[in-house]
Nanobody, 123 residues
Framework: QVQLVESGGGLVQAGGSLRLSCAAS????????MGWFRQAPGKEREFVAS???????YFTDSVKGRFTISRDNAKNTAYLQMNSLKPEDTAVYYC?????????????????WGQGTQVTVSS
């Protein structure tokens, strides 16, 4: 049984920072890809960032230069550091994982999902 558990969400003012964590249990993803998606009310789930086992990182354009993604394979954990947050970053953020070594940018590319963590950015 694979489980992904996110933590670190919360309420922050615009311009602030948050760090999300995603801890995987049940199976290692050291050779796979971990990613982050988000879903705002009334909108579709969208890709935010992903990182391959080798450390190659990918971001959607709206977060480039503000968000960074990292992973600790020994801890089977991925992180999303979010800086200079904007109200439009408000969403439920989901961690996702796949054993594929590539870095999918679509939700269908990921087999495992966390329960989500709320991020709210006030103006």
């Amino acid at each position: 049984q694979v489980q992904l558990v996110e933590s670190g969400g919360g309420l922050v003012q615009a311009g602030g920072s948050l760090r999300l964590s995603c801890a995987a249990s049940g199976r290692t993803f050291s050779r796979g890809t971990m990613g982050w998606f988000r879903q705002a009310p009334g909108k579709e789930r969208e890709f935010v960032a992903s990182i391959t086992w080798g450390g190659s990182a990918y971001f959607t354009d709206s977060v480039k230069g503000r968000f960074t993604i990292s992973r600790d394979n020994a801890k089977n954990t991925a992180y999303l550091q979010m800086n200079s947050l904007k109200p439009e970053d408000t969403a439920v953020y989901y961690c996702a994982a796949t054993h594929l070594p590539i870095a999918p940018s679509t939700a269908g590319g990921y087999r495992y999902w966390g329960q989500g963590t709320q991020v709210t950015v006030s103006s």
